[in-house]
T-cell receptor
Framework: EAGVTQFPSHSVIEKGQTVTLRCDPI?????LYWYRRVMGKEIKFLLH????????ESGMPNNRFLAERTGGTYSTLKVQPAELEDSGVYFC???????????FGQGTRLTVV | AQSVTQPDIHITVSEGASLELRCNYS??????LFWYVQSPGQGLQLLLK??????LVQGIKGFEAEFKRSQSSFNLRKPSVHWSDAAEYFC?????????????FGTGTRLTVIP
């Protein structure tokens, strides 16, 4: 069974540009989560989807970040326009139902220069 | 406020030696506690979790952790470290033992294993 897959693994963009990160959860997993780790700091929760609906987006830092999950399958996280402080590793996780373990992807390392 | 503290940024141990990684938490309700590991190029993998019952929990890869409510701690231990244990370890606390909604992570402890 394929795990949680994130694309790209690494992205370098200039300040002011737009970047879109993608997460493919494990097939059949209704719950999808986005987390972010800024360099040297803790991993922080961004948001939680249940199917295509945003269940909890309390961790989204500002309106430059837009997360979508069309059709309840894969999810995208767009940063527009990117700022230097957005650099970090973005993790995605998925879980099947309430009451099950979540599985994390390998992360996307975003560098804004 | 909820938070997790991992006081050791980097630990180096010899292969075969014992290991203890420290974790302290602050949480306003009943804490659900987790340890994750990230090996190079891999995603976060759940090592073990605690939500109730026996305060000593066993996980995968020979790891265990002990919950001490009086000390607000959830330290991770392994009696004999293998070179493949070199990785970064994260302690986390949340409101549920399942899923991954709104977990609070520590800053991580990087483990180096020397021959």
């Amino acid at each position: 069974e394929a795990g949680v897959t994130q694309f790209p693994s690494h992205s370098v963009i200039e300040k002011g540009q737009t970047v879109t990160l993608r997460c493919d959860p494990i097939s059949g997993h209704d719950n999808l989560y986005w987390y972010r780790r800024v360099m040297g700091k803790e991993i922080k929760f961004l948001l939680h989807f249940v199917k295509e609906s945003k269940q909890d987006e309390s961790g989204m830092p500002n309106n430059r970040f837009l997360a979508e999950r069309t059709g309840g399958t894969y999810s995208t996280l767009k940063v527009q326009p990117a700022e230097l402080e957005d650099s970090g590793v973005y993790f995605c996780a998925s879980s099947q139902l309430e009451g099950t373990e979540a599985f994390f992807g390998q992360g996307t390392r975003l560098t804004v220069v | 406020a909820q938070s997790v503290t991992q006081p050791d940024i980097h630990i180096t141990v010899s292969e075969g030696a014992s290991l203890e990684l420290r974790c302290n938490y602050s949480y306003g309700a009943t804490p659900y506690l987790f340890w994750y590991v990230q090996s190079p190029g891999q995603g976060l993998q759940l090592l073990l979790k605690y939500f109730s019952g026996d305060t000593l929990v066993q996980g995968i890869k020979g790891f265990e952790a002990e919950f001490k409510r009086s000390q607000s701690s959830f330290n991770l231990r392994k009696p004999s470290v293998h070179w493949s244990d070199a990785a970064e370890y994260f302690c986390a606390v949340g409101a549920s033992v399942t899923g991954a909604n709104n977990l609070f992570f520590g800053t991580g402890t990087r483990l180096t294993v020397i021959p």
